[in-house]
Nanobody, 125 residues
Framework: QVQLVESGGGLVQAGGSLRLSCAAS????????MGWFRQAPGKEREFVAA????????SYADSVKDRFTISRDNAENSVYLQMNSLKPEDTAVYSC??????????????????WGQGTQVTVSS
């Protein structure tokens, strides 16, 4: 079992930045690929970014490419999402997830095995 806890969300003005963290316990994250997803009110959960176990390969949704950066520190058992140039449409609950295939860069939520509770990000215009 892997327990995931997100932090770092909050209220920010458009154009601002936030850094989300996802801390794991229970098992080492180096066995998993990791993803970030988001869900806005009334919308389906949406892929944001994913990273392989080593951190060498990552993938992004077109809507966040060149603005968001996913990274990980396996020694700290944590994954991060640096979000720059935030827009009001980035407002959502952001959740991290662990995929049992350490090389996966899946954009499909149901393929992930463990999920955190999420952290709210609100971007004001």
């Amino acid at each position: 079992q892997v327990q995931l806890v997100e932090s770092g969300g909050g209220l920010v003005q458009a154009g601002g930045s936030l850094r989300l963290s996802c801390a794991a316990s229970g098992r080492t994250l180096s066995s998993y690929a990791m993803g970030w997803f988001r869900q806005a009110p009334g919308k389906e959960r949406e892929f944001v970014a994913a990273i392989t176990w080593s951190g060498h390969i990552s993938s992004y949704a077109d809507s966040v490419k060149d603005r968001f950066t996913i990274s990980r520190d396996n020694a700290e058992n944590s994954v991060y999402l640096q979000m720059n140039s935030l827009k009001p449409e980035d407002t959502a609950v952001y959740s991290c997830a662990a995929h049992s295939n350490p090389y996966a860069l899946s954009k499909t939520p149901y393929e992930y095995d463990y999920w955190g509770q999420g952290t709210q990000v609100t971007v004001s215009s």
